[in-house]
């Protein structure tokens, strides 16, 4: 398989592409220079000779399975951090929660809480 390279040097860091016959974009990283200042024909040359392992780049059915993975867990982080946030409110104003607030009767117990006379702005705006 015939492939091209493009590097694009800069004082501490390259821009290296490559492409393969067809001109789809194979990889496209962002990589600092090397401070020695070492060249690059031994690692060249070790790949020519078969001494470097394959990375191996997962396929495009095997990517599109992990898009909806990565973005559940980016909901669950977000649940987390505004759960412990509620919890981090109650603490600040002492309020012992009589329940755990997460199942319904806890639930429960938060809805009544905004008539409850500590209740001020800044609760609607931290649990927000």
């Known amino acids: 398989m ?7 040097v800069h004082r501490k860091r390259s821009q290296v592409a490559i492409v ?3 001109g789809a974009v194979q990889r496209n990283r962002n990589v600092p220079n090397d401070p020695a200042g070492r060249r690059a024909d031994p690692g060249a ?8 392992p394959e990375a191996w780049i997962a396929p495009q059915p095997v990517r599109d399975l992990r898009a909806p993975l990565r973005h559940r867990v980016s909901l669950v982080r977000s649940s987390i951090a505004s759960k412990n946030r509620v919890h981090a409110v109650l603490a600040d104003r002492g309020v012992r929660e009589p329940t755990s607030l ?3 009767a806890g639930r429960a117990w938060l809805a009544t809480w905004s008539s409850h006379p500590c209740h001020d702005r800044s609760w609607t705006t931290a649990a927000g």
């Open 2 to 8: 015939t492939v091209y390279v493009g590097m694009d």
């Open 102 to 104: 997460w199942t319904a």
């Open 20 to 22: 393969d016959q067809a």
């Open 45 to 52: 040359q070790q790949l020519r000779q078969g001494l470097l």
